[in-house]
C-alpha cells in the first residue's frame, strides 16, 4: 500500500487575502463606530461624568452604537490577523463567533414570529418606557423624534401616551409650558414651512379629543404605525435579512476553507 503527500500543500493565497479583505472593513467599521460613541458621549460630557450611564432611565442609542462597534472590531481583527498569521485560534474564534450570532439572528425571528403578542407589548412597554426619560438624553430625544415623524405617528398607542412623560402631562401640578402638549415631531407640518415650529405641540391636548386633534397632530400610535410598515415593506426587511446572513455565511466559509488549508500544510509538514 502506497501513502501520498502532498508535496506542494500551501496556504491558498486567494482565500487569505480575501478573508483580509472581508475583515478590513468591518474592522475599520468598528473602529468608526466606537470613534462616534465616544464622540457622542464626550458631546454629552458623559465622559467627564460616568455617573450619567446609570442615571438615564431610557435607552441611549450610544449604547448600541458602542456594542456593534466593538463586536464589529473584535471580529475584524480576529479575522485579520487569523489570515495574515495563519492563526488557526483566531480563525477559529471569528466563525465561531458568527456562526453563534447566526443562530442568534434565526432563534430571534423564529420566536418574534411565535411570540408575536408578547413581542407587541414588549415593544409598547420598550416605547413607553422611553418615552418618559424623553427629556433625559439627547440622542433619545432625536431618536424618537425622528421615529415620530418618518412615521407620522405620536406615542406608543396615542397621543395621550405622552401624559406619562413629566414635561408633558396635564397634572395640576406640572409647571411646565409643554403641560398638556406633545413633542414638535408629532405635529403635522406643512411642505411649504422652512423653519420647523418647536411650539407646534404646546397645549394640544389641553381640550378636545384626539378625533378633534387630527387636524393638528398625528393621533395613529406609532405601535399601529409599525404594524402597517412592516407588511408593506416585507420584501425590503426580508432581502436585508437575506444579504446579513449570506455575508455572514461568506465570512464562515472564507474562515473554514482557510483553517482547512493551514492544517493540510501543518500535516503535511510534520
Known amino acids: 500500500m502506497h501513502y501520498y503527500r502532498y508535496e506542494n500543500a500551501e496556504v491558498s493565497c486567494c482565500y487569505k487575502y480575501l478573508m483580509f479583505s472581508y475583515n478590513i472593513i468591518f474592522w475599520l467599521a468598528g473602529t468608526a463606530f466606537i470613534a462616534i460613541g465616544f464622540w457622542a458621549w464626550s458631546e454629552k460630557g458623559v465622559l467627564s461624568d460616568l455617573t450619567q450611564v446609570t442615571r438615564l432611565h431610557g435607552f441611549d442609542p450610544v449604547w448600541g452604537v458602542l456594542v456593534v462597534g466593538t463586536v464589529t472590531f473584535i471580529l ?53 418606557a422611553n418615552v418618559k426619560a424623553y427629556r433625559e438624553d439627547i440622542d433619545l430625544q432625536n431618536l424618537i423624534d425622528s421615529l415620530q415623524k418618518l412615521n407620522h405617528c405620536c406615542g406608543a398607542k396615542e397621543p395621550n401616551d405622552w ?54 397632530i398625528y393621533v395613529k400610535g406609532c405601535m399601529m404605525a409599525l404594524e402597517e410598515w412592516l407588511p408593506r415593506n416585507l420584501y425590503i426587511v426580508a432581502g436585508v435579512f437575506i444579504v446579513i446572513s449570506l455575508l455572514q455565511m461568506v465570512g464562515i466559509f472564507l474562515a473554514r476553507t482557510l483553517i482547512g488549508d493551514i492544517e493540510k500544510v501543518k500535516f503535511n509538514y510534520y
Not at 458568527?98 to 432563534?107: C, Y
Not at 423564529?110 to 411570540?115: M, S
Not at 394640544?204 to 379629543?209: F, I, K, P
Request: aromatic share 14%; hydrophobic share 40%.
Open 163 to 216: 401624559n406619562l412623560n413629566v414635561y408633558f402631562n396635564c397634572s395640576n401640578e406640572n409647571p411646565s409650558r409643554e403641560k398638556c402638549g406633545v413633542p414638535f415631531s408629532c405635529c403635522i407640518s406643512d411642505p411649504a414651512d422652512t423653519v420647523v415650529n418647536t411650539q407646534c405641540g404646546y397645549d394640544v391636548r389641553r381640550s378636545g379629543t384626539p378625533a378633534q386633534w387630527g387636524n393638528t
Open 76 to 128: 475584524g481583527f480576529a479575522g485579520c490577523v487569523g489570515a495574515l498569521r495563519e492563526n488557526i485560534c483566531l480563525l477559529k474564534f471569528f466563525s465561531g463567533v458568527i456562526g453563534f450570532i447566526f443562530f442568534l439572528e434565526l432563534t430571534a425571528a423564529v420566536l418574534a414570529f411565535v411570540f408575536q403578542g408578547q413581542v407587541r407589548e414588549w415593544i409598547n412597554d420598550f416605547f413607553l
